[in-house]
């Protein structure tokens, strides 16, 4: 049978170590019954989650769903509450061609279940095993899908949305009588045989799909996810240190790849399918580390191997790479951050793998701190020059830059919104001086009146008004879809001291 067990824990402190000892009321985790996975033992832990909200409901506390707490801000956090911890219920299921609707255009072959502990790692490990793989996840791959698609997690697939783009239906438990399976009316893919058997209700509506898509825990507790795959292909990564020339300005402003000479084969006015460039004036003057990707057919010599200590994945997490320097030396100056960057950023020559190769585990280290602000991409050197100029005033701080890249993604609150969006992430040490001048690049760019959106999973400078700057009617729509379909008690349940600081839920039993 699945079961909850109740740690009675009263300090939570996140995976990164940058939101610490928040007073909790204890700590449940949730494990499926013993045996192999199915439908009946999904909709048994269901029915746990359920039990759970109503004991939650009769003591009135808090209660939210964490993934692997990966987040530097305080989105998974629950101050007062119960945390619920999802990492053991992991089971993976590949929905049957049979269960997908007669009028689902697409492939109907690559489609799969995963329960809400599945870390986009073991994912990609499960469906690359059986020729398929998403088409984009972010840096590193230890956050659970569920968790990753709850705050719109990106990675740098240029063409492509944030991670959440491949779910196209997920199990959604807001209280302690409903179980709902949902999946948006304009593209429905499964033909409610599989929430059926999970004891869920189909429910086909496209607001209240994408205002829980990236719904940050306040929905109630997402139990599963569906996801889209395509079939397997091989990514091909190269990176080197290039002078920072008008060709890769326009590359980075959205005005194509023509006239810059990406690291890498010739693609004569083609694609890169994934692209990022760190340009820190402030470490390397007049020169950009370029990663482009190319997207090469699949090998079926190819070994699925991974290696999980890999630290030079393309997508890598620049806060992973400037906390070396922690244990390179503690004076933290621009020569060693230059250093560390230059190591961490060695030249890639045609380094081949499956996606899940490409991107890898990254172990997270305490002491790092990242923050990523999403912009037009018409306005991403705009938004890096005035982080230049605000690390610049606030001093030598171990801070570095670097732009991302992808398009307008599905959810509400989905943070990349813009039709073709530059994430400028900053990483570095979470230090009192790192903090400061994130805080002075963050609060630059949003008086220089640049439009923007601010990461939910990242270190922010979030407030009720820059949120409603950000998302404006998506907002008043997803907090009415929330409203809608909460009861007075799961608003309480469901909400959290970041979100009602900013305005979205309510302190008020
Ligand atoms: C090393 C590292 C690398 C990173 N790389 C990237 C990157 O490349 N791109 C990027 O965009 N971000 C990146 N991030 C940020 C990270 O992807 C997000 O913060 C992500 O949300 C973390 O997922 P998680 O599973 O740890 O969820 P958590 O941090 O535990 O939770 C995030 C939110 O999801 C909610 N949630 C979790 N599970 C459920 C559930 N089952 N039901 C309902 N709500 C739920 C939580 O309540 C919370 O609001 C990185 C973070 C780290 C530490």
């Not at 079939?231 to 402003?253: C, H, K, N, Y």
Request: glycine content about 10%; aromatic content about 10%; charged content about 20%.
């Amino acid at each position: 049978m699945a079961r909850t067990i109740f740690h009675d824990e009263q300090r939570w402190t996140n995976w990164h170590l940058s939101v610490r000892d928040v007073p909790i009321a204890g700590r449940f985790e949730i494990l499926n019954g013993s045996g192999a996975a199915s439908l009946a033992g999904m909709k048994e832990t269901a029915a746990e989650i359920q039990k759970l909200i109503g004991r939650a409901i009769a003591e009135r506390r808090r209660l939210r769903a964490q993934g692997a707490a990966w987040s530097f801000s305080e989105a998974p956090a629950v101050p007062g509450g119960w945390c619920l911890a999802t990492g053991y219920a992991n089971w993976i299921f590949p929905l049957p061609e049979t269960h997908v609707v007669a009028e689902f255009a697409g492939d109907r072959t690559g489609f799969f279940l995963a329960q809400m502990g599945v870390a986009v790692g073991a994912f990609n490990r499960f469906v690359e095993a059986r020729g398929r793989s998403l088409r984009t996840s972010g840096a590193s791959n230890g956050q659970t899908f569920a968790g990753a698609m709850s705050t719109g997690t990106h990675g740098s697939a240029v063409d492509l949305p944030a991670i959440q783009s491949q779910i196209v239906g997920f199990q959604l438990i807001p209280s302690p009588d409903l179980n709902l399976w949902i999946e948006p009316a304009s593209r429905p893919v499964t033909d409610g045989r599989m929430a059926d058997a999970m004891g869920a209700t189909v429910v086909r509506d496209d607001r209240l799909f994408a205002a829980a898509l990236v719904g940050l825990g306040a929905f109630g507790v997402v139990h599963s996810v569906l996801i889209e795959t395509r079939p397997i292909f091989l990514l091909e990564s190269w990176r080197q240190r290039i002078p920072f020339s008008d060709g890769v300005r326009r590359a980075m402003t959205g005005g194509g790849f023509d006239s810059v000479d990406l690291p890498g084969p010739d693609v004569a006015g083609g694609r890169p399918y994934f692209f990022q460039s760190v340009v820190n004036s402030h470490i390397d003057k007049g020169f950009a580390y370029v990663t482009a990707g190319y997207e090469r057919p699949w090998d079926p010599g190819h070994a699925l191997s991974y290696d999980l200590t890999n630290k030079r994945a393309p997508g890598y997490n620049l806060g992973v790479v400037v906390a070396n320097i922690l244990d390179a030396a503690p004076g933290l100056t621009p020569p060693i951050t230059k250093l560390v960057l230059q190591d961490q950023l060695k030249p890639m020559l045609g380094k081949t793998g499956s996606w899940g190769q490409s991107f890898n585990f990254t172990t997270p280290r305490a002491g790092t701190a990242g923050a990523s602000i999403a912009v037009p991409v018409e306005r991403s050197l705009e938004a890096l020059d005035i982080a230049q100029r605000a690390l610049a005033r606030t001093g030598k701080a171990p801070l570095a830059f670097a732009c991302r890249y992808g398009v307008k993604s599905p959810g509400l609150l989905a943070f990349v919104r813009h039709p073709r969006t530059c994430i400028l992430d900053l990483d570095g040490l979470n230090s009192d001086r790192a903090r400061a001048a994130m805080r002075a690049v963050l609060l630059d760019i949003r008086a220089a009146g640049i439009p923007n959106a601010e990461h939910w999973g990242k270190m922010n400078e979030l407030t009720a008004a820059s949120v409603r700057d950000s998302y404006g009617a998506d907002l008043e729509s997803w907090i009415a879809a929330r409203t809608e379909l909460l009861g007075r008690e799961t608003e309480y349940v469901f909400g959290s001291a970041f979100l009602d600081r900013l305005g979205m839920t309510n302190p008020n039993w």
